[in-house]
């Protein structure tokens, strides 16, 4: 019938344009203005909730989207097929971006923690040039040293944003990390780079910083 394939075809064509608008350069700025801590924001015209996840019986705390949801053991085995599973990775079914951690049995004191992202480095640079690292930091609270890294890494069909910290939970180096796909970087790294400042101990009040050094 002709009436219906010209009403199908008007839907696709504003179904098109609809998708042009989402990831246009024009909104992509407008939306980047926006912070996790606003309540509700748009992510490609996508509304979307943060708060923040308390996690390891509460004793830290990482602000992501409110309706991410714990991924089975089987869907972390899917996403995750090359070995060193987390422990924990949160998502939700239409952001490519996922959450977690994995608590190590690493045992490294807090006042070593800044050290141990040269540690870190070293491991990456050793697989070889399929990671590039972007910048590193250290962030020190009252209590705490929080090191941090951005890098991209590569697979045989994409490339991968990773921003990953590193901090001493108890005496054990608990890793956690944040990524998506490279093609969404210029939306979703300012996004990620509040997420990861997020990060906190439940034990201080503030994550206050009484020192701060980024390494480019």
């Given at each position: 019938m002709p009436e219906l394939d010209e009403e199908l075809i008007k839907k696709r064509e504003l179904l098109e344009q609809f998708e042009r608008e989402r990831f246009s350069q024009e909104n992509i700025e407008k939306e980047k203005s926006q912070s996790i801590y606003d309540g509700e924001?748009?992510?490609?015209?996508?509304?979307?909730?943060?708060?923040?996840?308390?996690?390891?019986?509460?004793?830290?705390?990482?602000?992501?989207?409110?309706?991410?949801?714990?991924?089975?053991?089987?869907?972390?085995a899917v996403s995750y097929p090359l070995g060193n599973k987390p422990d924990k990775v949160?998502?939700?079914?239409?952001?490519?971006?996922?959450?977690g951690y994995?608590?190590?049995?690493?045992?490294?004191?807090?006042?070593?923690?800044?050290?141990?992202l040269k540690i870190a480095r070293l491991a990456l640079e050793r697989t070889g040039p399929k990671v590039?690292?972007?910048?590193?930091?250290?962030?020190?609270?009252?209590?705490?040293?929080?090191?941090?890294i951005e890098i991209i890494s590569h697979t045989i069909t994409e490339s991968i944003y990773n921003l990953m910290y590193f901090t001493s939970l108890d005496g054990r180096v608990l890793l956690g990390f944040i990524n998506f796909n490279c093609k969404n970087r210029e939306r979703y790294k300012p996004m990620a780079r509040e997420m990861i400042?997020?990060?906190?101990?439940?034990?201080?009040?503030?994550?206050?910083?009484?020192?701060?050094e980024d390494r480019e």
């Open positions: 924001i748009l992510v490609n015209m996508v509304p979307v909730t943060f708060a923040e996840r308390l996690f390891l019986d509460g004793k830290v705390g990482i602000w992501m989207p409110e309706d991410f949801e714990e991924l089975t053991p089987e869907e972390v949160y998502s939700n079914s239409y952001l490519d971006l996922a959450v994995n608590y190590t049995q690493h045992e490294v004191p807090d006042e070593y923690m800044g050290d141990f590039r690292i972007l910048s590193e930091k250290v962030r020190k609270t009252k209590k705490h040293t929080i090191s941090s400042a997020s990060f906190r101990f439940t034990d201080e009040e503030e994550d206050q910083k009484d020192g701060c």
